[in-house]
């Protein structure tokens, strides 16, 4: 019970507005590159993604099953659901079946673990590799035998395989072992196993530093992020409920036994992270998404010292007298009813978190509005390219158009959304029409947005001197605008063409653009 409850809640809560009605960009990377023979997947791998190598070999299996949105979230909603379960067994271990019941369920009601068990990538089956291996390092050090180590270094492997940044849990680790206090024996094994887990990782390291440029948009993380990390991580981000978390966690330090996996696990990953993100950065809240379950553990535990506390007193009135045992009875009651209390404070945060608008963008609106608006045969254009994972992802809305700037489709060229012409040839493929649609996001058309990539700084030159925008769409920050030639033969006698609309609509620009991210 004390396993099963959690994950059956996690698996509901996972499952609950699963099909939003869209992918945003990094989903839609999954979904298109997931559907990618072998070989092409291997091929982009050298260039770019190679961080996400394993699961997109993993996705390419499940898609194959059937390609759809909910199929793609599925393996993290069952991610999330084995966490929450094994964050509960931990809890079991450490320190009894009712700390294992409620960090198990706090776990699984925490919006930042609802909103990635609802994200096709890689992060929720991290999460759930580092608690298993968690779980695991605990039993190898209990079984006194090398040979239960290497359950836990295959799955640290594989875990660091998913994502490289969770090699920090391995710091985690040898911290939760020195406040244990083990003998030589244990560090022995367990070093063999680490060491070994980070040979196989250096060729993956060695591979990504030279794709670095996927994460050239993060900054520096400052206090703000710390806190927002900490709101993040508590069961209620905001009010009296987070509050009471932080104390619950400095209670269910206490708990040395528990403390000593938990703590280290929670403040370590992230805190080296952001320490080396002030040099270089590498920091974002969903490549520690793992520490969570130290969060959720120290609160439990310091609810049950609470409970504890509160099961030595005895209640003596006139007409009733509560006792030890009745006590302990009320307690798992009001357990009950807080966090169900808990939940239901933050559903609105839950619902929300179900709509396609709470994802930086939806490419589904983007096809659907290209269906509405282009005519068959008309040319468009990506403004910057990355915008083309709209079309990759709903080709129906692009079907009957023409791509003006593609030399080369994106598999076929080993790169995410496909190579380009060169300036001077783009320059004469738009000299060749008189009407394109433009699908650009606000950024993209701000006065202020100058892009490095030549081929974008032509499009942009080529816009603003030789056409003007007959049409203007906005949907969700992503701008459909029609742009036709001045003077253009094509255009009724009198009709003005000259009247420019303002270069960007009131969605906010954005400083740079947003690339795919780890």
């Known amino acids: 019970?004390?396993?099963?409850?959690?994950?059956?809640?996690?698996?509901?809560?996972?499952?609950?507005?699963?099909?939003?009605?869209?992918m945003w960009g990094d989903e839609s990377v999954t979904f298109q590159v997931a559907q990618r023979t072998?070989?092409?997947i291997w091929r982009l791998l050298h260039d770019v993604d190679a961080v996400h190598g394993l699961y997109y070999l993993f996705m390419h299996a499940v898609l194959a099953v059937h390609p759809g949105e909910v199929v793609l979230r599925l393996p993290s909603v069952c991610a999330a659901t084995a966490t929450a379960g094994l964050v509960a067994a931990l809890g079991v271990r450490l320190a009894g079946p009712r700390v294992g019941l409620w960090a198990g369920l706090l776990y699984a009601i925490t919006p930042m673990t609802g909103h990635y068990a609802q994200e096709g990538r890689s992060y929720a089956l991290v999460a759930a590799g580092v608690a298993g291996a968690t779980l695991l390092l605990l039993r190898a050090v209990e079984a006194k035998?090398?040979?239960?180590?290497?359950?836990?270094?295959?799955?640290?492997?594989?875990?660091?395989?998913?994502?490289?940044l969770a090699v920090l849990v391995l710091c985690a680790h040898a911290v939760t072992l020195a406040l244990a206090r083990v003998p030589r024996r244990v560090w022995a094994p367990w070093g063999c196993?680490?060491?070994?887990?980070?040979?196989?990782?250096?060729?993956?390291?060695?591979?990504s530093q030279g794709q670095a440029g996927q994460v050239a948009w993060l900054v520096p993380p400052g206090w703000d992020r710390v806190e927002r990390l900490a709101r993040n991580f508590s069961p209620g981000p905001t009010g009296v409920v987070f509050w009471a978390s932080l104390l619950l966690m400095a209670v269910g330090l206490r708990e040395r036994r528990l403390a000593a996996v938990a703590l280290p696990l929670l403040l370590l990953p992230p805190g080296i992270l952001m320490a080396v993100s002030q040099v270089r950065p590498l920091y974002h809240d969903r490549y520690v998404l793992y520490a969570l379950a130290g969060g959720s553990l120290l609160v439990a535990a310091g609810a049950r010292?609470?409970?504890?506390?509160l099961g030595r007193v005895r209640f003596d009135g006139r007409r009733v007298r509560i006792r030890g045992?009745?006590?302990?009875?009320?307690?798992?009651?009001?357990?009950?009813?807080a966090l169900?209390?808990?939940?239901?404070?933050?559903l609105p945060v839950h619902r929300q978190d179900r709509s396609a608008a709470q994802r930086p963008d939806n490419l589904a609106v983007v096809s659907a509005l290209a269906v509405r608006q282009m005519r068959p045969g008309d040319p468009v254009l990506f403004v910057p390219s990355v915008g083309r994972l709209a079309a990759l992802?709903?080709?129906?809305?692009?079907?009957?158009?023409?791509?003006?700037?593609?030399?080369?489709?994106?598999?076929?060229?080993?790169?995410?959304?496909?190579?380009?012409?060169?300036?001077?040839?783009?320059?004469?493929?738009?000299?060749?029409?008189?009407?394109?649609?433009?699908?650009?996001?606000?950024?993209?058309?701000?006065?202020?947005?100058?892009?490095?990539?030549?081929v974008e700084r032509t499009k942009l030159a080529v816009l603003a001197a030789e056409f003007s925008v007959a049409e203007e769409h906005v949907r969700d920050g992503v701008i459909l605008r029609l742009y036709v030639r001045e003077r253009s033969a094509d255009l009724p006698p009198g009709t003005a063409t000259t009247a420019r609309l303002p270069a960007s609509r009131p969605a906010t620009p954005r400083a740079r653009p947003r690339p795919v991210r780890w």
Do not use: N
């Open 305 to 309: 010292r609470v409970a504890g506390a």
């Open 1 to 22: 019970m004390p396993v099963a409850v959690p994950m059956a809640a996690m698996f509901g809560i996972g499952l609950w507005g699963l099909d939003r009605g869209g």
């Open 38 to 40: 072998v070989p092409q």
């Open 393 to 454: 992802a709903y080709p129906k809305g692009f079907r009957r158009v023409r791509d003006i700037a593609l030399r080369e489709s994106a598999p076929r060229s080993g790169t995410l959304w496909g190579r380009e012409a060169t300036p001077g040839e783009l320059r004469h493929r738009l000299a060749s029409v008189d009407r394109v649609w433009v699908v650009a996001e606000a950024y993209a058309l701000d006065p202020g947005w100058s892009p490095s990539d030549p």
């Open 340 to 346: 169900t209390a808990t939940f239901l404070h933050h």
């Open 325 to 337: 045992r009745q006590v302990h009875a009320l307690l798992g009651v009001a357990g009950a009813l």
């Open 145 to 164: 035998t090398p040979r239960a180590w290497w359950p836990y270094g295959t799955v640290v492997a594989l875990t660091c395989l998913l994502h490289e």
């Open 193 to 207: 196993a680490a060491a070994a887990v980070v040979v196989l990782l250096l060729p993956l390291v060695w591979v």
